[in-house]
């Protein structure tokens, strides 16, 4: 069976440093990948996806960027960290008939 | 471009009792539509999705949907409300491209008053 694991579970960070977020995806081959913030007590934004390695496309600008070195791997980064990117990061992956999986998320406060 | 409403940001309801929780979407061609749960500080897990055929659908933990064409809605239900259904619950649709987009309702958190 398919496993979607994230990591860190919780970071704490001060503003202006970097980040990086990671998630793999066992047990599948050649899935998409999405990246998602959750903002507190609010819904879901895509922030990016992936169709496959190295292809990274953005639903909207920001302090953050993505990257899919391996096929079953994406990570989420940051030079400089904002007060306002504080949330809990959310990894999904999909099966190529729109359903979505998700790990269990990464919370973030930027202080 | 899709949408997905839920009507009620948050819903309470008495253990034992029925749960209804309101999704509408809009869309011109007949979609896939989701329902997902939200457990404190967890990822969403998938309670049930609509692909094609029957318009009833069954999840897990005891939920269903049902999907009206007529009107655009796709209502989760549970018959009786269980503590641990306390949680927050989006409704998603499909919108077709080639990367498997989801569009996402803002929520329902669900309170379950023993």
């Known amino acids: 069976s398919q496993t979607i694991h994230q990591w860190p579970a919780t970071l704490v960070q001060p503003v202006g440093s970097p980040l990086s977020l990671e998630c793999t995806v066992e047990g599948t081959s050649n899935p998409n990948l999405y990246w998602y913030r959750q903002a507190a007590g609010r819904g879901l934004q895509l922030l990016f996806y992936?169709?496959?390695?190295?292809?990274i496309s953005s639903e909207v600008p920001q302090n953050l960027s993505a990257s899919r070195p391996q096929d079953r791997q994406f990570i989420l980064s940051s030079k400089k960290l904002l007060l306002s990117d504080s949330g809990f990061y959310l990894c999904a992956w999909s099966d190529r008939v729109w359903t979505q999986y998700f790990g269990p998320g990464t919370r973030l406060l930027v202080l | 471009a899709q949408s997905v409403t839920q009507l009620g940001s948050h819903v309470s309801v008495s253990e034992g009792a029925l749960v209804l929780l309101r999704c509408n979407y809009s869309s011109s061609v007949p979609p896939y539509l989701f329902w997902y749960v939200q457990y404190p500080n967890q990822g969403l897990q998938l309670l049930l999705k609509y692909t094609t055929g029957a318009t009833l659908v069954k999840g897990i933990n005891g939920f269903e949907a049902e999907f009206k064409k007529s009107e655009t809605s796709f209502h989760l239900t549970k018959p009786s409300a269980h503590m641990s259904d306390a949680a927050e619950y989006f409704c998603a649709v499909s919108e077709r491209t080639s990367y498997d987009k989801v569009i996402f309702g803002p929520g329902t958190s669900l309170s379950v008053i023993p």
């Open positions: 992936s169709v496959g390695i190295g292809q």
